[in-house]
């Protein structure tokens, strides 16, 4: 090979290695253009997301408490949305995220989008949800046939000591990486906050949407990001 040659593989290999989406979800740092906001099949709305100056949030009421929003609002609050390319295998999804009184928001990774039963909006179908709470993270299969509609399983979850529980209003960095592990098995590692969460799943897609979602409270994002090697 030549010089030139050499040179072309070396470039094509640190492209390779920086490839990546990062956002910041600060007012006026980010474009709603490159996002889809996608609605649950278990609910007839697709609420977006409020602008705050350093974050966004998922729609919830003005002027509730914390409490409130999470006790009487939980089935009203779901706000979701993904990146508008799919990610391959071996991307790492990464956001910056919080919640005023336990709970939850999440990391949503989905194989494809499904449509409303109007046709006119992105409704998930089969998806995995990566929630972090106050007691530690969970993560939900979600699955959806013409028979029976959404349902769904906890696939894994991690529940912390009660002496080490995550605290409200505080900013919490989720990471989740959907990649093959040495054996060739498909794997999700999720980390929190310094502790891990990881399990074999060879279902998981060879490509997929990522993205944020909150519901049952007001959660906040800072940030998002996307790393492939």
């Known amino acids: 090979m030549n010089r030139i040659g050499k040179v072309a593989v070396c470039v094509a290999l640190?492209?390779?290695?920086?490839?990546?989406?990062e956002v910041n979800f600060a007012r006026g740092k980010w474009n709603a253009d490159d996002w889809t906001?996608?609605?649950?099949?278990?609910?007839?709305?697709?609420?977006?997301f409020t602008q705050r100056d350093g974050w966004i949030e998922n729609e919830t009421p003005e002027g509730m408490s914390p409490e409130e929003v999470a006790k009487k609002c939980h089935s009203t609050t779901y706000s979701g949305m993904v990146w508008k390319e799919k990610f391959p295998l071996g991307t790492t999804v990464t956001t910056t995220t919080g919640w005023d009184?336990?709970?939850?928001?999440?990391?949503?990774?989905?194989?494809?989008?499904?449509?409303?039963?109007?046709g006119k909006l992105p409704e998930f179908r089969e998806h995995?949800?990566?929630?972090?709470?106050?007691?530690?993270?969970?993560?939900?299969?979600?699955?959806?046939?013409?028979?029976?509609?959404?349902h769904w399983i906890k696939a894994a979850s991690m529940l912390l000591p009660k002496d080490c529980w995550w605290k409200p209003n505080v900013k919490h960095t989720l990471s989740v990486k959907v990649a093959k592990n040495a054996k060739g098995r498909k794997e999700m590692v999720c980390t929190c906050n310094g502790y891990t969460l990881q399990y074999v799943d060879d279902t998981l897609p060879d490509e997929?949407?990522?993205?944020?979602?909150?519901c049952e409270g007001r959660n906040f994002f800072w940030d998002f990001s996307a790393k492939t090697k």
Not at 37 to 48: A, E, I, N, Q, T
Not at 135 to 145: A, K, M, Q, S
Not at 208 to 214: E, K, R, S
């Open 14 to 21: 640190v492209a390779a290695e920086a490839l990546g989406t």
């Open 101 to 118: 009184w336990q709970m939850a928001p999440l990391i949503v990774i989905a194989p494809d989008l499904g449509t409303s039963k109007d």
């Open 128 to 150: 995995w949800e990566i929630v972090v709470y106050d007691d530690g993270l969970n993560v939900w299969h979600h699955f959806w046939t013409p028979e029976k509609g959404p």
């Open 37 to 48: 906001l996608v609605k649950s099949p278990r609910w007839d709305y697709c609420h977006g």
């Open 208 to 214: 997929f949407y990522g993205g944020i979602l909150g």
